[in-house]
């Protein structure tokens, strides 16, 4: 990920996670990232629509881990379910709510 590369290392901070929309995932940019430099990315694979219908919101109040597939998922499948993971989800909505506090001033 360009981004990751544009901290300075005087700043002496590990990043330990790196958030990315879907313009940013590609599967070569995420192997690369999460070999040469130990974060964990988690990037959208896709667009989602952010119009939800009450059937949408009531699934979203019955949330659950993603469930182990079983066979090999692709690199895809897996960041999508990373996503979806309780840490992911924690990671989106905290990245998200900064960005909105920002875009208010």
Do not use: C, F, I, W
């Not at 981004?3 to 995932?25: H, M, R």
């Not at 629509?49 to 692709?74: F, N, R, W």
């Amino acid at each position: 990920m360009p981004a990751l590369a544009s901290v300075p290392e005087e700043l002496s901070y590990k990043v330990e996670n790196v958030l990315a929309d879907s313009g940013y995932y590609s599967e070569e940019a995420v192997k690369k990232t999460e070999a040469e430099n130990s974060p964990t990315v988690y990037a959208a694979v896709g667009r989602v629509s952010h119009h939800k219908s009450v059937q949408d919101l009531e699934e979203a109040l019955q949330y659950s881990e993603p469930e182990e597939s079983g066979g090999e998922d692709t690199p895809k499948e897996s960041m999508s379910k990373r996503l979806k993971t309780s840490e992911g989800r924690a990671l989106y909505h905290k990245t998200t709510k900064a960005y909105r506090n920002l875009t208010r001033t």
